[in-house]
Structure formats: C-alpha cells, structure tokens
C-alpha cells in the first residue's frame, strides 16, 4: 500500500513537471525566434519527452493522457518547425557555428535525421 501511494506521488510529480515543462516550450516559442530561445524551447522539449515515456509507461492510453500526449507531440513539432526555418536561414546567411548548433537541436526533439538532413545539404 505504500509502496503504491509512493508510486501515484511520483506520478503526479512527473505529469506536473510535464506541464510546467511544457509551459516553458510554449514561453520560449513565443518570445522571438533567437538562437537562446530555441534552445530553451528544444531543452524542455526533450525534457517533456522523456517524462512523456515515463508517465506513458505507467498510464493506459485511454483518457486524458492521449490528449496529453497529442498536445505534446503537436507543441514537438511546431518547435520543429521552428529549429527548420531558422536552419534554413543560417544557411543563407552562411553561419557556419549556428548551422552546426541547429543541427544538433534537432535531436533534442527527436528529429535528429532531419536536422543531419538539413546540415549534410549545406555541407555538400
């Protein structure tokens, strides 16, 4: 019995610092689109997806954690979204150590061969 009130607590620990995980994504998504930003955004990012696993693991499908779950993966890729378009225009600009940290963003939301997608393009 304590053993599952101390399992539970663990639990509600996670889908709270899942929230505030995610409430930092979205503050960093909606300040401007800097470097430092999407930095921010992506590290939350990955820290929301791990929890994400974790809480996933220990919760069935159904109910509120589904829309949980879809309303991160819809935050994932609009950060994904963000890191592409300030990929793209590193290149552009031709900026080498910003292309290279971008490219590396890309993993922290889980699209790693996007981003040596976009890096392998402008190395070639």
């Known amino acids: 019995r304590k053993k599952r009130a101390s399992d539970t607590l663990h639990l509600l620990c996670d889908v709270m610092e899942v929230r ?3 409430k930092m994504v979205r503050k960093a998504r909606e300040q401007d689109s800097k470097l430092e930003q999407l930095e921010t955004a992506t590290y939350f990012m990955q820290k929301t997806l791990s929890l ?6 220990q919760m069935p499908e159904e109910g509120g954690f589904r829309k949980e779950k879809e309303g991160v993966m819809e935050l994932r890729e609009e950060v994904a979204k963000l890191l592409k378009e300030k990929m793209e225009e590193a290149i552009s600009k031709d900026e080498v150590t ?3 940290k971008i490219a590396c963003l890309f993993k922290s939301v889980d699209k790693q061969n996007e981003g040596m997608s976009h890096y392998t393009k402008y190395a070639l």
């Open 52 to 57: 994400m696993e974790v809480i996933g693991a």
């Open 98 to 100: 910003t292309i290279k």
């Open 20 to 22: 505030g995980c995610v």
